[in-house]
């Protein structure tokens, strides 16, 4: 019996893999097929990608997950386990884009994907004048089908750590999100007209610390 090496099964797997018309959102597959075109810098994005699911299925149930993160060299890594922030979002966003070609009714997904991998480029450029105790908010909202979507809340720690907070809103809304933005002063971004647009216009405001 030939025995065939790991290299060449892996190959197989990707062929496979990659000639499949059925990778979908969510879909087993295509987590796998992230892993085997980007490795260990899929694994957060895939992670994200599954407990995110998880708050999409249980609605009710509030969804939040605080993650510590450090500078370095233009990025943020995981305090943890070292994944970048920047490649977690490109691989996210080629996992998009594999499921956009099956199925074009996910444009608005994409879309969205292609707005949040600017986050990386937004937060370093922030971070770096951005007083110690200062946040950076990015208000997502659900596209589609979707009832829960995943908004993130950054905040400067120190020169070197930012922490992340990831938050799903039960039933928010842009028009909640216009009269939310007043409220708190936001008076020249209360004319926004859809999710995209909401997304795309983060803001920032700092919080003195009492001792």
């Known amino acids: 019996m030939v025995q065939t090496s790991q290299q060449e099964i892996v ?4 062929l496979v893999i990659n000639k499949s018309e059925d990778l979908g959102i969510n879909d087993p597959l295509t987590h ?3 892993y ?3 490795g260990e810098e899929a694994l957060v994005a895939i992670q994200q990608d599954i407990e995110t699911d998880i708050a999409e299925r249980l609605p009710k149930t509030p969804f939040i997950n605080y993650v510590d993160f450090e500078l370095h060299n233009n990025d943020f890594l995981s305090a943890k386990d070292h994944i970048s922030m920047r490649q977690m979002s490109t691989a996210n ?4 884009s594999a499921e956009l070609r099956n199925n074009p009714s996910l444009q608005r997904e994409y879309d969205r994907a292609m707005i949040e991998a600017e986050e990386v480029n937004k937060l370093t450029v922030w971070f770096e004048d951005a007083p110690i105790n200062s946040y950076l908010v990015f208000e997502s909202l659900p596209i589609g ?3 829960i979507a995943v ?7 120190s020169d070197r750590q930012l922490e992340g907070c990831f938050v799903s809103l039960y039933n928010p809304s842009v028009d909640k999100f216009n009269k939310f933005r007043a409220k708190i002063g936001l008076t020249s971004q209360n004319d926004h007209q859809d999710e995209l647009d909401i997304l795309a216009d ?10």
């Open 11 to 14: 190959r197989s797997g990707e």
């Open 32 to 34: 796998l097929y992230a």
């Open 36 to 38: 085997i075109n980007h």
């Open 93 to 96: 966003l080629d996992i998009l």
């Open 145 to 147: 089908n979707q009832e």
């Open 151 to 157: 908004s993130r809340i950054y905040k400067k720690v």
């Open 202 to 211: 983060n803001y920032s405001f700092f919080s003195p610390q009492v001792e």
